[in-house]
């Protein structure tokens, strides 16, 4: 994973030369997250799921940009999304898993920054940059190495109609809920409330309950430790731009060591990018701490309240 490093490193550095600081973190942001892809395969296929990652984060950049500005269509296809990523964490198809996640949170960001198809151009082709840059990155690294990252396997589980039913219910119920609570309140960034509840949404009260703790934290002590080292650097670029490409290789490093931990480098990586183009770093930090609680209490409630029986 830490060869998807140099990729994120040249983009954002780049980006943020010769492109709009705005520009810069929708590329960067997308080359972010092909980047986690690249431990999973599709198709048989060693770089397909990051090949159909920014295929499938462009597509729902154009679409949220578009369905933003219609927020019951928003919620609709989130909650769609996330009942058909539900199905496949269920069923333990990984890569879809992860595919079906990725278009649910491009389509919920770009939700957030509603505007005409001009606009939804606009970002898709960022969105598609960005990926492009870091996958040929990638694989450019990987070959220079002479190694193979190793295939994560497909394991897939049979369960029954009804846990089937249960959980997707749970999905679409949770995103939704947590998009309509995030509006009503007026958070900023509301869409980090229902990407929190369905990250956390696990098959288990007990496993959510876990993971719900776990990114709860992890998002608290990342959104501090930004916002803290934004203030100290009085939000310099150049020192906001390094902190984010080393919060980016941890997280590259830790994505299978420990949850919480993966949760701090996301969260730092994501609350610095922020800063740079908008300032802010209490604000920006308080966002995403609040829309967290929000999305995980609304998740840990809905699965206490109607609990998923595995076959």
């Not at 606009?119 to 990926?131: I, K, N, P, Q």
């Not at 497909?154 to 369960?159: A, G, L």
Request: aromatic letters at 8%; hydrophobic letters at 60%; proline letters at 3%.
């Amino acid at each position: 994973m830490l060869a998807c490093l140099p990729g994120f490193a040249l983009c954002l550095v780049l980006s943020s030369i010769f492109l709009g600081r705005g520009d810069a973190i929708i590329a960067s942001s997308a080359a972010f997250t092909v980047s986690l892809g690249a431990n999973y395969t599709l198709g048989g296929y060693r770089w397909g799921a990051m090949m159909a990652t920014i295929g499938a984060t462009t597509l729902a950049a154009f679409i949220g940009t578009l369905a933003g500005q219609e927020y019951p269509l928003l919620v609709m296809l989130a909650a769609l999304g996330s009942a058909m990523a539900a199905y496949f964490g269920l069923t333990r198809n990984d890569a879809a898993w992860w595919l079906s996640v990725q278009m649910v949170i491009a389509l919920l960001v770009a939700g957030s920054f509603h505007n005409g198809v001009d606009a939804a151009l606009h970002r898709a082709l960022f969105v598609a940059l960005g990926g492009v840059l870091q996958l040929g990155c990638v694989i450019m690294v990987n070959r220079l190495l002479w190694r193979e990252a190793a295939i994560v396997p497909v394991n897939r589980e049979v369960q029954s109609r009804h846990a089937i039913v249960t959980y997707l219910g749970q999905a679409a119920v949770c995103v939704a809920a947590a998009m309509i609570v995030a509006n009503a309140v007026g958070l900023p960034h509301g869409y980090w409330a229902p990407m929190s509840a369905l990250l956390i949404l696990k098959p288990g009260r007990v496993q959510t309950q876990a993971r719900g703790l776990a990114r709860f934290a992890g998002t608290v002590a990342g959104s501090i430790a930004a916002s803290t080292f934004a203030l100290l650097v009085q939000n310099s670029a150049p020192l906001l731009i390094a902190g984010a490409i080393l919060m980016a290789g941890a997280a590259f490093g830790l994505r299978k060591a420990h949850y919480i931990a993966f949760t701090f480098a996301i969260t730092a990586t994501i609350v610095q990018l922020l800063v740079l183009v908008q300032g802010g770093a209490i604000e920006e930090a308080l966002d995403r701490v609040v829309a967290t609680l929000i999305g995980g209490s609304i998740t840990l409630l809905i699965t206490r309240v109607y609990p998923l029986r595995l076959s």
